[in-house]
């Protein structure tokens, strides 16, 4: 029964990281950190970009409130846990799958692919506007339709 808590906790803390990125996507970094930003909208030259700063940020936040929390294994450390498991899911969907950091892994599951057609029209534009698309776990449904590939 104690486990279920902190498994609400990091759950809660996931979809709030969801909605929070995506707000912070589409206002802050589309809007004034947009200097930022940019460097994730144009060709990389090396394995680095200025954007990665934001991940550094969310890291130490992490860090921080699992380490505040680390006595009691209180609410913050199990946020902090939560935004640990959402940098990490950001990481494999973000960096590996969509932007090919590592050699990207190939998938037929309707879901992976329709975030990847989600981000691809996100980074059409290497512009702050227009954009759409901001979400890392959630697009619009018109990217999950299925592929006109026959399955005979």
Same mark, same amino acid.
């Given at each position: 029964m104690q486990i279920i808590l902190p498994i609400a906790i990091i759950l809660g803390t996931l979809a @709030?990281?969801?909605s929070f990125s995506?707000? %912070?996507?589409k206002y802050l970094f589309h809007g004034p950190l947009w200097f930022i930003h940019r460097s994730h909208h144009q060709q990389r030259s090396?394995?680095?970009?200025?954007?990665d700063i934001f991940s550094v940020l969310f890291a130490i936040i992490s860090v921080y409130l699992m380490w505040m929390g680390r006595i009691d294994?209180? %609410?913050k450390f199990? %946020? @902090?846990v939560? %935004?640990?498991v959402y940098g990490i899911i950001y990481f494999i969907?973000?960096?590996w799958f969509i932007h090919n950091r590592f050699q990207s892994f190939k998938t037929d599951n309707s879901y992976l692919l329709g975030i990847r057609r989600a981000h691809k029209i996100h980074h059409k534009?290497?512009?702050k506007s227009p954009a759409e698309e901001f979400g890392l776990l959630l697009a619009s449904k018109k990217y999950f339709k299925q592929s006109t590939r026959s399955s005979h």
């Open positions: @709030g990281m969801e995506w707000f %912070i996507h090396g394995w680095f970009e200025f954007n294994l209180d %609410i199990w %946020i @902090g939560g %935004i640990t969907f973000h960096d534009s290497t512009e």
